[in-house]
């Protein structure tokens, strides 16, 4: 079987090493991007399973790129996590009322980053 594809886009390059080390140790296969329109290039490229999105992103910012992605009628409908460091009061609530499917506040937790991944897959895989 094929290792689900999971799409990282993350300018900060600590965490883009952390995140892929995790999610590769759980078996999906990497693909990487560091702005708004690598990770255009990388959809346009093959679409993957997922995507882990983080919120400040040079060239229009992670919400920037997940409208981008409900509004093109060539893309499934993939689920997108958001990843953000400035986890306030209402961002979490913000970032699903924008459309995310989940959001994780850095610094993240390394024992449940691949857990909350592959439930969120699930419940996608589901319908829900
Ligand atoms: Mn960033």
């Not at 999610?23 to 990487?32: I, M, P, R, S």
């Not at 409208?67 to 970032?95: H, K």
């Not at 499917?101 to 895989?125: Q, V």
């Amino acid at each position: 079987m094929q290792r689900p594809r999971i799409l990282v886009v993350e300018d900060d390059a600590r965490s883009q090493r952390l995140f892929r080390d995790i999610l590769e140790l759980a078996g999906y296969d990497v693909c990487q991007a560091r702005s708004v329109e690598e990770g255009r290039c990388r959809l346009r490229d093959a679409v993957p399973a997922l995507v882990v999105m983080d919120i400040q992103l040079p060239g229009g910012g992670g919400e920037l790129l997940l409208s981008e992605m409900r509004e093109d009628p060539l893309l499934p409908r993939i689920p997108v996590i958001a990843v953000t460091a400035f986890a306030m009061a209402g961002d979490r609530q913000r970032l699903i009322q924008a459309g995310f499917d989940g959001y994780i506040s850095k610094p993240i937790d390394t024992r449940s980053f691949a857990e909350t991944i592959a439930a969120i897959l699930e419940e996608h895989a589901n319908g829900q």
